[in-house]
């Protein structure tokens, strides 16, 4: 059974920092591209970030020298340091793995990310 579980999300207020955290069970994990995604109500769902088993990172350009993935391969964890956080940034935050064979996209459950004074 294919697994994402996230945490570490919750309140902050703008400037600060938050670490979010997605452990995969259930799948190969190096075949997968790990990342983050996030939505606001009537928002569609946007990419974060996301990074590829050789490490290849993506950023949207809203979160550029601010946001940082981790993956762990051993771990099978992925990670994404949030710093200079922004209210835009408040939103649910989605783990997204999405690869293998045959191809598939494997949601976690969201976690709420809130930034404000």
């Known amino acids: 059974q294919v697994e994402l579980v996230e945490s570490g999300g919750g309140l902050v207020q703008p400037g600060g920092s938050l670490r979010l955290s997605c452990a995969a069970s259930?799948?190969?994990?190096?075949?997968?591209?790990m990342g983050w995604y996030r939505q606001v109500p009537g928002k569609q769902r946007e990419l974060v970030a996301d990074?590829?088993?050789?490490?290849?990172?993506n950023y949207a350009d809203s979160v550029k020298g601010r946001f940082t993935i981790y993956r762990d391969n051993a771990k099978n964890t992925v990670d994404l340091q949030m710093n200079s956080l922004k209210p835009e940034d408040t939103a649910v935050y989605y783990c997204?793995?999405?690869?293998?064979?045959?191809?598939?996209?494997?949601w976690g459950q969201g976690t709420q990310v809130t930034v404000s004074s």
């Open positions: 997204n793995a999405r690869g293998g064979w045959p191809w598939r996209s494997v």
């Open positions: 259930g799948i190969i994990f190096s075949n997968y591209v």
């Open positions: 990074c590829t088993s050789g490490s290849t990172t």
